[in-house]
Protein backbone atom coordinates (compact mmCIF):
# COMPACT_ATOMS: atom_id res chain seq x y z
CA UNK A 1 0.00 0.00 0.00
CA UNK A 2 2.49 2.69 0.84
CA UNK A 3 4.49 1.93 -2.32
CA UNK A 4 1.16 2.19 -4.43
CA UNK A 5 0.82 5.48 -2.63
CA UNK A 6 4.45 6.55 -2.82
CA UNK A 7 3.22 6.27 -6.87
CA UNK A 8 0.35 8.03 -7.10
CA UNK A 9 1.86 11.21 -5.16
CA UNK A 10 5.22 10.95 -7.52
CA UNK A 11 2.60 10.81 -10.30
CA UNK A 12 0.39 14.06 -8.64
CA UNK A 13 4.03 15.77 -8.76
CA UNK A 14 4.97 15.15 -12.28
CA UNK A 15 1.67 16.08 -13.38
CA UNK A 16 1.84 19.26 -11.42
CA UNK A 17 5.28 19.72 -12.73
CA UNK A 18 4.01 19.13 -16.70
CA UNK A 19 1.17 21.62 -15.94
CA UNK A 20 3.77 24.17 -14.21
CA UNK A 21 5.81 23.82 -17.19
CA UNK A 22 3.02 23.81 -19.70
CA UNK A 23 1.74 27.50 -18.12
CA UNK A 24 5.35 28.71 -18.15
CA UNK A 25 5.74 27.65 -21.83
CA UNK A 26 9.15 25.81 -20.57
CA UNK A 27 9.16 23.48 -23.72
CA UNK A 28 12.64 22.24 -22.77
CA UNK A 29 10.89 20.25 -19.44
CA UNK A 30 7.86 19.42 -21.14
CA UNK A 31 10.30 17.46 -24.23
CA UNK A 32 12.19 15.78 -20.77
CA UNK A 33 8.65 14.32 -19.40
CA UNK A 34 7.88 13.22 -22.60
CA UNK A 35 11.14 11.32 -23.98
CA UNK A 36 11.54 10.00 -20.47
CA UNK A 37 7.81 8.98 -20.81
CA UNK A 38 6.81 9.59 -17.31
CA UNK A 39 3.50 11.20 -18.65
CA UNK A 40 1.09 10.32 -21.57
CA UNK A 41 0.86 13.83 -23.95
CA UNK A 42 -3.03 13.26 -23.82
CA UNK A 43 -3.11 13.43 -20.30
CA UNK A 44 -6.22 15.77 -19.31
CA UNK A 45 -6.00 18.12 -16.55
CA UNK A 46 -8.28 19.88 -14.18
CA UNK A 47 -7.53 24.30 -14.96
CA UNK A 48 -9.25 27.10 -14.09
CA UNK A 49 -11.65 28.36 -16.92
CA UNK A 50 -13.80 31.24 -15.49
CA UNK A 51 -14.75 32.50 -18.88
CA UNK A 52 -15.36 29.10 -20.29
CA UNK A 53 -12.52 29.65 -22.79
CA UNK A 54 -11.99 25.67 -22.64
CA UNK A 55 -15.57 24.50 -22.49
CA UNK A 56 -18.29 23.79 -24.29
CA UNK A 57 -21.78 22.52 -23.22
CA UNK A 58 -24.72 21.61 -25.07
CA UNK A 59 -27.81 23.85 -24.61
CA UNK A 60 -30.21 22.72 -22.12
CA UNK A 61 -27.51 21.24 -19.98
CA UNK A 62 -27.28 21.89 -16.01
CA UNK A 63 -23.87 22.36 -14.35
CA UNK A 64 -23.22 23.19 -10.84
CA UNK A 65 -21.80 26.62 -10.74
CA UNK A 66 -18.31 25.53 -9.20
CA UNK A 67 -18.26 23.03 -11.96
CA UNK A 68 -18.50 26.19 -14.63
CA UNK A 69 -15.25 27.55 -12.90
CA UNK A 70 -12.99 24.89 -14.20
CA UNK A 71 -12.12 22.98 -17.08
CA UNK A 72 -10.65 19.47 -18.57
CA UNK A 73 -8.36 20.41 -21.36
CA UNK A 74 -4.95 18.53 -22.83
CA UNK A 75 -1.19 20.19 -22.32
CA UNK A 76 -2.90 20.71 -26.05
CA UNK A 77 -5.60 23.16 -24.90
CA UNK A 78 -3.37 24.77 -22.50
CA UNK A 79 -0.23 25.67 -25.20
CA UNK A 80 -3.51 26.72 -27.31
CA UNK A 81 -4.51 28.77 -24.66
CA UNK A 82 -1.78 30.77 -23.74
CA UNK A 83 -0.68 31.05 -27.48
CA UNK A 84 3.20 29.09 -26.61
CA UNK A 85 4.18 28.20 -29.81
CA UNK A 86 7.34 26.10 -28.75
CA UNK A 87 5.43 24.13 -26.74
CA UNK A 88 2.70 23.38 -29.14
CA UNK A 89 4.76 22.12 -31.60
CA UNK A 90 6.78 19.88 -29.24
CA UNK A 91 3.70 18.22 -28.17
CA UNK A 92 2.86 17.76 -31.98
CA UNK A 93 6.14 15.94 -32.31
CA UNK A 94 4.85 13.48 -29.48
CA UNK A 95 1.56 12.53 -31.41
CA UNK A 96 -0.65 14.96 -29.37
CA UNK A 97 -4.15 14.04 -30.42
CA UNK A 98 -4.90 17.02 -32.52
CA UNK A 99 -9.00 16.99 -32.30
CA UNK A 100 -9.02 16.25 -28.78
CA UNK A 101 -12.64 17.89 -26.97
CA UNK A 102 -11.88 16.82 -23.09
CA UNK A 103 -14.78 19.48 -22.02
CA UNK A 104 -16.60 20.25 -25.80
CA UNK A 105 -13.51 22.50 -27.57
CA UNK A 106 -10.66 20.86 -29.39
CA UNK A 107 -7.68 23.00 -29.71
CA UNK A 108 -8.78 24.62 -33.34
CA UNK A 109 -11.85 26.05 -31.14
CA UNK A 110 -9.89 27.84 -28.85
CA UNK A 111 -7.26 28.92 -30.95
CA UNK A 112 -9.90 30.93 -33.42
CA UNK A 113 -11.62 31.65 -30.23
CA UNK A 114 -8.42 33.56 -29.14
CA UNK A 115 -7.59 35.12 -32.69
CA UNK A 116 -3.99 33.23 -32.56
CA UNK A 117 -3.20 32.59 -36.07
CA UNK A 118 0.10 31.37 -35.51
CA UNK A 119 -1.77 28.34 -33.33
CA UNK A 120 -4.70 27.91 -36.13
CA UNK A 121 -1.91 27.42 -39.13
CA UNK A 122 0.22 25.18 -36.80
CA UNK A 123 -3.09 22.53 -35.84
CA UNK A 124 -4.21 23.14 -39.51
CA UNK A 125 -0.99 21.55 -40.41
CA UNK A 126 -1.22 18.96 -37.85
CA UNK A 127 -4.39 17.77 -39.06
CA UNK A 128 -6.96 19.78 -37.42
CA UNK A 129 -10.32 19.66 -38.67
CA UNK A 130 -11.44 22.53 -40.31
CA UNK A 131 -15.43 21.60 -39.79
CA UNK A 132 -14.94 20.02 -36.55
CA UNK A 133 -17.86 20.75 -34.10
CA UNK A 134 -17.62 21.61 -30.22
CA UNK A 135 -20.31 20.64 -28.15
CA UNK A 136 -22.04 23.12 -28.39
CA UNK A 137 -22.48 22.79 -31.89
CA UNK A 138 -20.65 25.51 -33.31
CA UNK A 139 -17.34 24.86 -35.72
CA UNK A 140 -14.37 27.07 -35.93
CA UNK A 141 -15.40 29.39 -37.94
CA UNK A 142 -18.19 30.21 -35.82
CA UNK A 143 -15.73 31.47 -33.23
CA UNK A 144 -14.14 33.72 -35.63
CA UNK A 145 -16.40 36.33 -34.13
CA UNK A 146 -13.54 39.59 -34.08
CA UNK A 147 -12.46 41.66 -36.21
CA UNK A 148 -9.28 40.64 -34.95
CA UNK A 149 -10.37 36.57 -36.18
CA UNK A 150 -9.66 37.73 -40.12
CA UNK A 151 -6.95 36.03 -40.70
CA UNK A 152 -8.06 32.94 -38.14
CA UNK A 153 -11.12 32.82 -41.17
CA UNK A 154 -8.89 33.04 -43.74
CA UNK A 155 -6.83 30.23 -43.44
CA UNK A 156 -9.60 27.74 -41.95
CA UNK A 157 -11.35 28.39 -46.08
CA UNK A 158 -7.99 27.93 -47.42
CA UNK A 159 -7.65 25.08 -45.61
CA UNK A 160 -11.28 23.80 -47.05
CA UNK A 161 -13.51 24.81 -44.27
CA UNK A 162 -17.03 24.86 -45.42
CA UNK A 163 -17.68 28.55 -45.59
CA UNK A 164 -21.77 28.08 -45.41
CA UNK A 165 -21.23 25.53 -42.46
CA UNK A 166 -24.25 25.77 -40.23
CA UNK A 167 -24.42 25.36 -36.17
CA UNK A 168 -25.39 22.23 -35.01
CA UNK A 169 -27.94 23.06 -32.77
CA UNK A 170 -31.22 24.53 -32.42
CA UNK A 171 -29.73 27.77 -33.89
CA UNK A 172 -27.96 26.47 -37.42
CA UNK A 173 -26.53 29.77 -37.84
CA UNK A 174 -24.06 30.10 -40.80
CA UNK A 175 -20.88 31.98 -40.37
CA UNK A 176 -22.16 34.78 -42.28
CA UNK A 177 -25.33 35.01 -39.73
CA UNK A 178 -22.70 34.88 -36.99
CA UNK A 179 -20.23 37.90 -38.15
CA UNK A 180 -23.60 39.73 -39.06
CA UNK A 181 -24.56 39.62 -35.49
CA UNK A 182 -20.93 40.80 -34.73
CA UNK A 183 -20.97 43.39 -37.41
CA UNK A 184 -17.76 42.90 -38.86
CA UNK A 185 -17.91 44.16 -42.59
CA UNK A 186 -15.07 43.11 -43.32
CA UNK A 187 -15.41 39.09 -42.61
CA UNK A 188 -18.70 39.91 -44.29
CA UNK A 189 -16.77 40.85 -47.71
CA UNK A 190 -14.61 38.01 -47.30
CA UNK A 191 -17.18 35.32 -46.55
CA UNK A 192 -19.43 36.34 -49.28
CA UNK A 193 -16.47 36.40 -51.69
CA UNK A 194 -15.78 33.26 -50.99
CA UNK A 195 -19.36 31.81 -51.84
CA UNK A 196 -20.94 32.71 -48.35
CA UNK A 197 -25.08 32.40 -49.64
CA UNK A 198 -26.12 36.05 -49.09
CA UNK A 199 -29.82 34.86 -48.23
CA UNK A 200 -28.75 31.90 -46.14
CA UNK A 201 -31.18 31.39 -43.09
CA UNK A 202 -31.38 29.80 -39.56
CA UNK A 203 -33.91 27.53 -37.96
CA UNK A 204 -35.91 30.15 -37.47
CA UNK A 205 -35.85 31.06 -40.97
CA UNK A 206 -34.31 34.72 -40.64
CA UNK A 207 -31.62 35.72 -43.04
CA UNK A 208 -28.28 37.89 -42.16
CA UNK A 209 -29.93 40.65 -43.46
CA UNK A 210 -32.19 40.45 -40.58
CA UNK A 211 -29.21 39.82 -37.93
CA UNK A 212 -27.63 42.88 -39.02
CA UNK A 213 -30.28 44.65 -39.06
CA UNK A 214 -31.60 43.63 -35.28
CA UNK A 215 -28.54 43.94 -33.92
CA UNK A 216 -27.59 47.17 -34.86
CA UNK A 217 -29.11 48.47 -32.01
CA UNK A 218 -26.97 47.71 -28.38
CA UNK A 219 -30.57 47.61 -26.28
CA UNK A 220 -28.16 48.39 -23.16
CA UNK A 221 -26.54 51.17 -24.15
CA UNK A 222 -29.40 52.48 -26.64
CA UNK A 223 -26.73 53.33 -29.00
CA UNK A 224 -26.92 52.27 -33.06
CA UNK A 225 -23.82 50.82 -34.43
CA UNK A 226 -22.43 52.30 -37.96
CA UNK A 227 -20.98 48.72 -38.74
CA UNK A 228 -24.09 47.28 -38.47
CA UNK A 229 -25.69 49.86 -41.04
CA UNK A 230 -22.31 49.26 -43.35
CA UNK A 231 -23.33 45.44 -43.15
CA UNK A 232 -26.64 45.99 -44.15
CA UNK A 233 -25.34 48.19 -47.20
CA UNK A 234 -23.05 45.92 -48.03
CA UNK A 235 -25.51 42.88 -47.87
CA UNK A 236 -28.13 44.77 -50.00
CA UNK A 237 -25.76 45.61 -52.57
CA UNK A 238 -24.97 41.73 -52.87
CA UNK A 239 -28.55 41.73 -53.59
CA UNK A 240 -30.22 39.97 -50.69
CA UNK A 241 -33.82 39.94 -50.20
CA UNK A 242 -34.63 43.33 -48.63
CA UNK A 243 -38.52 41.32 -47.64
CA UNK A 244 -37.29 37.84 -46.68
CA UNK A 245 -39.83 36.74 -43.76
CA UNK A 246 -38.60 34.53 -40.82
CA UNK A 247 -40.71 31.91 -39.37
CA UNK A 248 -43.16 34.91 -37.80
CA UNK A 249 -43.21 36.33 -41.11
CA UNK A 250 -40.99 39.49 -39.72
CA UNK A 251 -39.05 41.59 -42.75
CA UNK A 252 -35.67 43.16 -41.92
CA UNK A 253 -38.47 46.40 -42.01
CA UNK A 254 -39.99 45.24 -39.16
CA UNK A 255 -36.94 44.85 -37.70
CA UNK A 256 -35.26 48.35 -37.98
CA UNK A 257 -39.08 49.45 -37.09
CA UNK A 258 -38.52 47.80 -33.44
CA UNK A 259 -35.34 49.61 -33.35
CA UNK A 260 -36.63 52.65 -34.35
CA UNK A 261 -33.41 53.00 -36.96
CA UNK A 262 -34.72 55.67 -39.17
CA UNK A 263 -31.03 54.91 -41.32
CA UNK A 264 -32.01 51.51 -41.82
CA UNK A 265 -35.52 52.12 -42.42
CA UNK A 266 -34.47 54.29 -44.87
CA UNK A 267 -31.91 51.65 -46.61
CA UNK A 268 -34.28 49.05 -46.79
CA UNK A 269 -37.57 51.05 -48.01
CA UNK A 270 -34.88 52.52 -50.89
CA UNK A 271 -33.96 48.91 -51.33
CA UNK A 272 -37.14 48.07 -52.22
CA UNK A 273 -38.95 46.82 -48.85
CA UNK A 274 -42.66 46.95 -49.30
CA UNK A 275 -43.85 49.31 -46.17
CA UNK A 276 -47.38 47.20 -45.37
CA UNK A 277 -46.07 43.67 -44.83
CA UNK A 278 -47.52 42.04 -41.70
CA UNK A 279 -46.40 39.77 -39.56
CA UNK A 280 -47.71 36.62 -38.12
CA UNK A 281 -49.92 39.17 -35.86
CA UNK A 282 -51.35 41.58 -38.59
CA UNK A 283 -49.03 44.22 -37.16
CA UNK A 284 -46.77 46.36 -40.20
CA UNK A 285 -43.96 48.53 -39.48
CA UNK A 286 -45.04 51.32 -39.05
CA UNK A 287 -47.11 49.80 -35.62
CA UNK A 288 -43.98 48.09 -34.57
CA UNK A 289 -42.26 51.86 -34.50
CA UNK A 290 -45.69 52.82 -32.63
CA UNK A 291 -44.72 50.13 -29.88
CA UNK A 292 -41.55 51.07 -29.29
CA UNK A 293 -41.59 54.93 -28.81
CA UNK A 294 -41.54 55.22 -25.65
CA UNK A 295 -38.28 53.19 -25.22
CA UNK A 296 -35.46 53.85 -27.75
CA UNK A 297 -34.20 57.22 -25.84
CA UNK A 298 -31.61 58.05 -28.59
CA UNK A 299 -34.21 57.35 -31.80
CA UNK A 300 -35.53 59.80 -33.64
CA UNK A 301 -39.36 58.20 -34.20
CA UNK A 302 -40.67 61.09 -36.29
CA UNK A 303 -38.03 60.18 -38.87
CA UNK A 304 -39.27 56.85 -38.80
CA UNK A 305 -42.65 57.66 -39.19
CA UNK A 306 -41.83 59.95 -42.44
CA UNK A 307 -40.25 57.46 -43.97
CA UNK A 308 -43.16 54.94 -43.93
CA UNK A 309 -46.12 57.03 -44.41
CA UNK A 310 -43.84 58.56 -47.54
CA UNK A 311 -43.45 55.15 -48.64
CA UNK A 312 -46.87 54.38 -48.41
CA UNK A 313 -47.39 52.83 -45.26
CA UNK A 314 -51.52 52.71 -44.08
CA UNK A 315 -52.40 55.47 -41.35
CA UNK A 316 -53.70 54.27 -37.92
CA UNK A 317 -57.33 53.52 -38.01
CA UNK A 318 -58.89 56.73 -36.55
CA UNK A 319 -61.13 55.28 -33.40
CA UNK A 320 -57.67 53.71 -32.28
CA UNK A 321 -55.76 56.78 -32.87
CA UNK A 322 -56.13 57.75 -28.96
CA UNK A 323 -54.58 54.02 -28.23
CA UNK A 324 -51.96 53.61 -30.60
CA UNK A 325 -50.57 56.90 -31.38
CA UNK A 326 -51.25 59.43 -28.21
CA UNK A 327 -50.92 56.75 -25.19
CA UNK A 328 -47.61 55.74 -26.58
CA UNK A 329 -46.33 58.93 -28.20
CA UNK A 330 -48.00 61.48 -26.12
CA UNK A 331 -44.04 62.75 -25.28
CA UNK A 332 -43.16 62.52 -28.43
CA UNK A 333 -45.20 66.06 -30.06
CA UNK A 334 -43.07 65.84 -33.56
CA UNK A 335 -44.29 62.19 -34.17
CA UNK A 336 -47.81 63.11 -33.56
CA UNK A 337 -47.61 65.84 -35.74
CA UNK A 338 -46.73 63.77 -38.30
CA UNK A 339 -48.94 61.18 -38.25
CA UNK A 340 -51.92 63.57 -38.03
CA UNK A 341 -50.90 65.42 -40.83
CA UNK A 342 -50.81 62.45 -43.04
CA UNK A 343 -54.89 62.88 -42.97
CA UNK A 344 -57.04 64.84 -44.71
CA UNK A 345 -58.76 65.26 -41.47
CA UNK A 346 -59.02 63.34 -38.08
CA UNK A 347 -62.00 64.16 -35.62
CA UNK A 348 -60.63 64.08 -31.73
CA UNK A 349 -62.56 62.28 -29.03
CA UNK A 350 -63.13 62.27 -25.61
CA UNK A 351 -60.63 59.55 -25.07
CA UNK A 352 -57.99 61.90 -26.81
CA UNK A 353 -57.38 64.30 -23.71
CA UNK A 354 -57.80 61.34 -21.48
CA UNK A 355 -54.72 59.48 -23.29
CA UNK A 356 -52.20 62.29 -22.80
CA UNK A 357 -51.65 63.29 -19.00
CA UNK A 358 -51.27 65.66 -17.25
CA UNK A 359 -48.10 67.17 -16.61
CA UNK A 360 -46.83 66.33 -20.72
CA UNK A 361 -50.08 68.44 -22.12
CA UNK A 362 -48.74 71.72 -19.85
CA UNK A 363 -45.27 70.33 -21.08
CA UNK A 364 -45.89 70.67 -24.57
CA UNK A 365 -49.41 73.05 -24.14
CA UNK A 366 -48.66 75.15 -27.15
CA UNK A 367 -48.77 71.74 -29.63
CA UNK A 368 -51.48 70.10 -27.92
CA UNK A 369 -54.15 73.44 -27.70
CA UNK A 370 -53.30 73.43 -31.58
CA UNK A 371 -53.91 69.65 -32.00
CA UNK A 372 -57.49 69.84 -30.37
CA UNK A 373 -58.17 73.12 -32.18
CA UNK A 374 -57.42 71.53 -35.59
CA UNK A 375 -59.23 68.37 -34.97
CA UNK A 376 -62.44 69.77 -34.13
CA UNK A 377 -65.36 69.73 -36.46
CA UNK A 378 -62.97 72.51 -38.23
CA UNK A 379 -62.17 71.60 -41.49
CA UNK A 380 -58.12 71.93 -42.08
CA UNK A 381 -56.48 74.84 -43.83
CA UNK A 382 -57.04 74.85 -47.94
CA UNK A 383 -52.98 74.35 -47.71
CA UNK A 384 -53.25 70.94 -45.51
CA UNK A 385 -55.84 69.42 -47.76
CA UNK A 386 -53.69 70.66 -51.25
CA UNK A 387 -51.10 68.62 -49.72
CA UNK A 388 -53.12 65.87 -49.18
CA UNK A 389 -54.27 65.75 -52.54
CA UNK A 390 -50.67 65.84 -54.09
CA UNK A 391 -49.60 62.39 -51.66
CA UNK A 392 -52.03 60.53 -52.27
CA UNK A 393 -51.90 61.06 -55.81
CA UNK A 394 -48.40 59.87 -55.28
CA UNK A 395 -49.53 57.52 -52.93
CA UNK A 396 -46.15 55.27 -51.98
CA UNK A 397 -43.97 57.51 -54.48
CA UNK A 398 -44.29 60.50 -52.16
CA UNK A 399 -40.57 60.03 -51.26
CA UNK A 400 -39.52 60.39 -55.31
CA UNK A 401 -41.72 62.17 -57.02
CA UNK A 402 -42.51 65.30 -54.42
CA UNK A 403 -38.37 65.72 -54.56
CA UNK A 404 -38.47 66.40 -58.13
CA UNK A 405 -41.19 68.95 -58.00
CA UNK A 406 -40.31 72.78 -59.28
CA UNK A 407 -41.48 74.43 -56.28
CA UNK A 408 -39.44 75.76 -52.77
CA UNK A 409 -37.70 73.22 -50.27
CA UNK A 410 -39.99 74.95 -47.81
CA UNK A 411 -43.08 73.63 -49.50
CA UNK A 412 -41.21 70.14 -50.58
CA UNK A 413 -40.62 69.64 -46.79
CA UNK A 414 -43.91 70.39 -45.55
CA UNK A 415 -45.23 67.94 -48.78
CA UNK A 416 -43.20 65.25 -46.83
CA UNK A 417 -44.38 65.94 -43.58
CA UNK A 418 -41.80 67.36 -42.04
CA UNK A 419 -42.65 68.25 -38.37
CA UNK A 420 -42.94 72.52 -37.37
CA UNK A 421 -43.65 71.93 -33.48
CA UNK A 422 -47.43 72.99 -34.07
CA UNK A 423 -50.23 72.08 -36.21
CA UNK A 424 -52.58 74.33 -38.02
Known amino acids: MAETMTRSEAAKLVKKA ?31 DENLLLASYKQGYWMPSYKLQHSWATALHISVLYGH ?37 ILCSNGAKPNCYSLSGLAPLHFCATKLS ?4 QQLIWKGADVNIKTNNQDEETP ?71 EDFRTPLHKAAWNCD ?32 GVRASAQPEICYQLLLNHGAARIYPPQFHKQVL ?7 KAIEVIVNSYEHITSTAKWRT ?12 FYDSLFEVCGNTPRSLKHLARCAIRRTMFNRCHKGIPLLLIPVTLKKYLLLEPEGIIY
Not at 150 to 153: Q, R
Request: glycine share 2%; aromatic share 8%.
Open 262 to 293: HVLLDMLLDAGAEANLMDDNGCAPLQYVLKVT
Open 150 to 153: LPCA
Open 176 to 246: LHTVARHGIPEMVAFYVENGAVVDSTNAHRESPLAYATYWALNVKEQTYSSDHHLICRMLLDYKADVNSRD
Open 85 to 121: LESLRVLLKYKATVNCRPNGKAAIHIACEQANLDCVN
Open 327 to 333: QTCHSYP
Open 18 to 48: FLEALKSNDYRTLEEFLVQKQIDVDTVFEVE
Open 355 to 366: AVPDDVFELYKD
